[in-house]
């Protein structure tokens, strides 16, 4: 099954989402390696006894803005997340609607069907059938005609005499 336009625009920005992500993690590493070198030469100076006010300040700031970074991959990863989660529902939706749309033409396409194989044929020899009954009409059948159609079985009492029930139907040709 092929990508709908909606889950394709989610993957990509997806993927351009990770690039960025994967481009701050790489940064927050070198960052966490600066720490750790902060931190080294800070217990060297501080043997030595030297002055390490400026690479302490140096540490804390690094750490800050490693956790500042750490934090913002995790928000673009989430909104990520999240932006996925709602292209697939709103993917699973259209599909749904599509197929939807596809059932209502298909039962469309069938009812017509029924329609046209219900419509009453003429033979040549003036027989009007339905697929059900046939029916022998008297004279000649002319396009709108009027037919009276008896069905079998079926009569109208009218007192004393006894009428058969007919149905007028418009014969198109």
């Given amino acids: 099954m092929a990508l709908s336009s909606i889950m394709t625009g989610a993957l990509l920005s997806a993927n351009t989402s990770r690039q ?13 390696g600066h720490a750790g070198v902060l ?9 030595r006894g030297g002055d390490v006010t400026k690479k302490k300040e140096e540490l804390e700031e690094t750490q800050k803005k490693a956790a500042e970074l750490a934090e913002t991959t995790i928000n673009t990863l989430t909104t990520t997340n999240e932006d996925l989660k709602k292209a697939s529902k709103e993917d699973l939706e259209a599909q749904r609607a599509e197929k939807a749309a596809e059932k209502k033409k298909a039962e ?22 339905d697929e059900t009954a046939a029916v ?3 004279g000649t059948v002319l396009a709108g005609a009027s037919i009276d159609i008896v069905s079998s079985g079926i009569t109208v009492s009218t ?3 006894s009428e058969p029930a007919g149905k007028n139907v418009d014969v198109k040709v």
Avoid: C
């Fill in 39 to 47: 931190d080294t030469e800070i217990k060297l100076d501080s043997a």
């Fill in 108 to 129: 469309k396409e069938a009812a017509e069907e029924r329609i046209e194989k219900a419509k009453v044929a003429t033979s040549e020899s003036g027989e009007v059938s």
């Fill in 136 to 138: 022998s009409t008297e």
């Fill in 159 to 161: 007192g004393a005499v």
């Fill in 20 to 32: 960025i992500a994967h481009v701050q993690h790489a940064t927050k590493k070198q960052m966490d």
